[in-house]
């Protein structure tokens, strides 16, 4: 018998309808230090244009896969919403980048390295159908909800970081942002439920799930925190059989050109 404590359901008051909004940004006369006296500042937040759409070109992906799994119809129509929303998210960042190159900063190298991480280390393997294949989704799924939480609190950050405003930030810069800020909170409040209570597909037969088997609570749980430890350790830990192909030999390092 558990000791712990079912999870509070959402109240009504806490549904949010995720609608996608096709939205595009000028970017023609933002500047390459687009926070005036502080292009460090700046380029930390760029990252996050470099970053951004191969991780939620990634989630549209998984998510995918998980909706023909998903049998409430109100948590598929948060998924589907989801789904749209991501993709908006990554074209909408997407964009930042050409413009980018024309003022300078070639994002390539660090891009190639961020594809290789969602396509390869974190994609799709080559796994027969059955037990292994659904613990990979499992796992991907438990670590977009982490993400999720994360990128809430970033949300929540750069609507209210008014010191932004008052340093001269570039105002199309930052409705980017706060567009982006505004809708990623708005998921903050569902991941933690509905990405984690629909149930796992049964195999009959299989010893692999039975009918009224526990459905998959991969989030706000060790699976999230067990996922990023394994993340972290396949990403840093270089194997002895690697050769150039691996990554980490395309980092930058005092004898190449700065990313």
């Known amino acids: 018998m558990s000791n712990t404590p079912p999870a509070p359901a959402p109240v009504a008051s806490e549904h949010v309808d995720l609608r996608p909004r096709n939205v ?3 970017w023609e ?37 998980v909706l023909p799994n998903i049998e409430d119809e109100q ?18 960042h997407d964009d930042v980048l050409p413009h980018l190159k024309r003022l300078g900063l070639d994002p390539t190298p660090y891009t190639a390295q961020v594809d290789w991480m969602f396509e390869k280390l974190l994609g799709d393997r080559t796994l027969p159908p059955g037990r292994a294949r659904h613990w990979w989704l499992m796992e991907r799924v438990a670590m977009i909800a982490a993400i999720e939480h994360y990128t809430a609190f970033l ?22 942002l706060r567009w982006h800020g505004r809708r ?5 409040r569902w991941p933690s439920t509905s990405s984690c209570t629909w149930t796992a597909p049964t195999a ?42 691996w990554p980490g ?3 930058c390092s005092p004898r ?4």
Request: proline share 7%.
């Open 204 to 245: 009959a037969g299989r010893g692999r799930g039975r009918p009224g088997s526990r459905p998959w609570s991969s989030c706000g749980s060790a699976a999230s925190a067990s996922s990023w430890r394994t993340t972290r350790t396949w990403w840093t830990a270089r194997p002895p059989s690697a050769g150039s192909s």
């Open 184 to 188: 990623r909170s708005s998921t903050a």
């Open 249 to 251: 030999n395309r980092a």
């Open 256 to 259: 190449r050109a700065p990313c």
């Open 75 to 92: 948590l598929r129509a948060d998924v589907v919403g989801f789904i749209g929303q991501e993709a908006m998210h990554a074209a909408a």
């Open 24 to 26: 595009s940004f000028g």
């Open 155 to 176: 949300g929540d950050w750069v609507l209210n970081a008014d010191a932004l405003d008052r340093r001269g930030a570039d105002p199309t810069m930052l409705d980017l």
């Open 29 to 65: 006369d933002t500047p390459l230090h687009w926070l005036p006296g502080d292009p460090f500042a700046g380029h930390m937040i760029n990252v996050l244009h470099l970053l951004l759409p191969a991780g939620e070109r990634w989630f549209v992906h998984v998510y995918k896969q």
